[in-house]
């Protein structure tokens, strides 16, 4: 079950956990949920521990841009594969709470570790996930997203900032702006005026649940901490896009009991068809040295 902070936000419960009514309305009105605590410290810290470790998923990593000079590291693959980031994508809590949320069926459509680091860490543009999506050819906006902590994210050191409600003004023409695909700003601006900006504080394994036209955003991380996040966006399989692209067609999620994030001891990578940032058109990167 899910017992409701003050603030709207849920606490997640591992014994007779179930996404309510209540959760799918809050999600279908504002755009996103926030559930605190999706992760276990011990279950974070094995993700961490692989997600860290530079012969594994590090190795794969590139960096993008923004408009200012900065930049960011990221690392994105198209398949969960059977090591411990997979688990966590496709475990009952994430990926069966998005399926819930999203109505049915869901496929994964990719896992990305970003990597905002300390000081140096650059701004994310006002954009939606469904501004390039629909370019992939996915027809509906049948698709979304679970933002995982990694480390602690607030405003000091560049935590996301989302328009509540505002997926509720359908897609908006998204341009390149810097390395990065961003939403037309002055259809932004309006939406600013009428909608509440909220800034989505979460400490370590919390996660946000949101909606692929939601308009979100994130400032650059001049603090002396790292902001890193683990992202698994999904489509309805429903949505199968009509169009060959670099992210997979529908695949068959085979999920598994949340239990197998912390029982999981496979370490290989294979299978997961890590991104090669030449081939992605939603954005301009460069492979990390």
């Known amino acids: 079950r899910f017992i409701k902070f003050n603030n709207g936000s849920c606490v997640y419960e591992a014994d007779g956990f179930q996404v309510t009514a209540e959760m799918k309305q809050q999600y279908e009105r504002d755009g996103y949920i926030i559930i605190r605590s999706v992760l276990s410290g011990e279950e974070l810290r094995r993700l961490k521990e692989a997600l860290e470790n530079d012969d594994g998923i590090m190795k794969h990593s590139y960096v993008v841009g923004d408009d200012k000079g900065r930049c960011n590291r990221m690392c994105l693959w198209n398949h969960p594969g059977d090591d411990i980031t997979g688990m966590v994508g496709r475990c009952e809590k994430v990926a069966g709470t998005m399926e819930k949320l999203l109505g049915g069926e869901v496929y994964h459509y990719h896992t990305k570790l970003m990597m905002k680091e300390a000081r140096t ?62 939403a037309d700003l002055e259809r932004v601006e309006h939406l600013q005026k009428v909608l509440p900006l909220v800034d989505v504080e979460l400490s370590p394994g919390d996660a946000v649940y949101f909606h692929c036209n939601l308009l979100h955003r994130s400032d650059a991380n001049r603090s002396d901490r790292r902001r890193w996040a683990f992202l698994i966006a999904y489509n309805r399989a429903s949505n199968n896009p009509v169009e060959v692209h670099h992210h997979p067609q529908y695949t068959p999620l085979i999920k598994v009991p949340d239990r197998a994030v912390l029982s999981c001891v496979e370490k290989g990578l294979s299978g997961k068809d890590f991104m090669n940032p030449a081939n992605d058109k939603t954005s301009v990167g460069r492979l990390a040295p």
């Open 121 to 182: 860490g650059g701004a994310f543009v006002w954009h939606q996930d469904y501004g390039y999506w629909y370019k992939n050819g996915c027809l509906f906006p049948d698709m979304g997203t679970v933002f995982i902590a990694i480390d602690q994210s607030d405003t000091e050191n560049g935590c996301l900032k989302v328009l509540k409600g505002s997926h509720a003004a359908g897609r908006i023409e998204h341009i390149m702006v810097g390395g990065q695909t961003g």
